[in-house]
T-cell receptor
Framework: SQQGEEDPQALSIQEGENATMNCSYK?????LQWYRQNSGRGLVHLILIRSNEREKHSGRLRVTLDTSKKSSSLLITASRAADTASYFC?????????FGTGTSLTVIP | SQTIHQWPATLVQPVGSPLSLECTVEGTSNPNLYWYRQAAGRGLQLLFYSVGIGQISSEVPQNLSASRPQDRQFILSSKKLLLSDSGFYLC??????????????FGPGTRLTVL
C-alpha cells in the first residue's frame, strides 16, 4: 500500500504548547499536503509544500519536507483548544491521492 | 466559488440492501472526482477516482461501484451491502483534469451504518 504513516497516532497537549506531528511516505512525490478533520466532518486543506521546498509557513503552521528521508512534519505553534482535530498528510502518486494514517490532536484548555 | 454536495448525510441500511450515494460539484468544470471511505478512528482509503465522464478507476477490489454520468456528478453504489461497508464516505474534487497535484476539496460526508 502507498498509504503514508503518521506519528504519533494521538497527541494531547496543553493550550499554548506546540504540537508536532510527522508523516512518512514511500515513493517520490511532487508535493505533500496537510489536511485537518474535525470529528465527523469533511477534510479541510491546510498547506501544500512542493518537493523543491524544505520549509513553508502559514500563520501558526510550519511544515517541513525532507525528500531524502521521505518525511514531512507539521508544527502547530501556540496551540488553541480549537486546534483539536485529526491531521492528515496526503500526496498524489499519478492520479491517485493517498492519505496518511492521521494524528489525533487534543488541546486541553 | 466551488461547492461540493453529498447526500444523504446519514444512512442506516440493512445488510443486503442496495446503496446509492450522490456527490455533485458546482463552480468548476471537468474536475477530477474521488470517493473515499473512512473507518472509525482511521485514515482515508481511496475507493474510486474519475478524470472524466464515464471514466472510473478503482483502487481496491470491493463490494462497491462508482459511476460518473455527468461532468459534475459522481455516484457510489452497491447492489448488496455488507456489514463491512459501514463507514464515513467522503467525496472530493481535485482540480482540473490533467492538472494534478493541487489540493482536494471535500464534501461534508455521508455516514453509512449497515445493520
Amino acid at each position: 500500500s502507498q498509504q503514508g504513516e503518521e506519528d504519533p497516532q494521538a497527541l494531547s497537549i496543553q493550550e499554548g504548547e506546540n504540537a508536532t506531528m510527522n508523516c512518512s511516505y514511500k515513493t517520490s512525490i511532487n508535493n505533500l499536503q496537510w489536511y485537518r478533520q474535525n470529528s465527523g466532518r469533511g477534510l479541510v486543506h491546510l498547506i501544500l509544500i512542493r518537493s523543491n521546498e524544505r520549509e513553508k509557513h502559514s500563520g501558526r503552521l510550519r511544515v517541513t519536507l525532507d525528500t531524502s528521508k521521505k518525511s514531512s512534519s507539521l508544527l502547530i505553534t501556540a496551540s488553541r483548544a480549537a486546534d483539536t482535530a485529526s491531521y492528515f498528510c496526503a500526496y498524489y502518486i499519478g492520479n491517485q491521492f493517498y492519505f496518511g494514517t492521521g494524528t489525533s490532536l487534543t488541546v486541553i484548555p | 466559488s466551488q461547492t461540493i454536495h453529498q447526500w444523504p448525510a446519514t444512512l442506516v441500511q440493512p445488510v443486503g440492501s442496495p446503496l446509492s450515494l450522490e456527490c455533485t460539484v458546482e463552480g468548476t468544470s471537468n474536475p477530477n472526482l474521488y470517493w473515499y471511505r473512512q473507518a472509525a478512528g482511521r485514515g482515508l482509503q481511496l475507493l474510486f477516482y474519475s478524470v472524466g465522464i464515464g471514466q472510473i478507476s478503482s483502487e481496491v477490489p470491493q463490494n462497491l461501484s462508482a459511476s460518473r454520468p455527468q461532468d459534475r456528478q459522481f455516484i457510489l453504489s452497491s447492489k448488496k451491502l455488507l456489514l463491512s461497508d459501514s463507514g464515513f464516505y467522503l467525496c472530493a474534487w481535485g482540480g482540473e483534469a490533467g492538472g494534478m497535484g493541487g489540493e482536494q476539496f471535500f464534501g461534508p460526508g455521508t455516514r453509512l451504518t449497515v445493520l
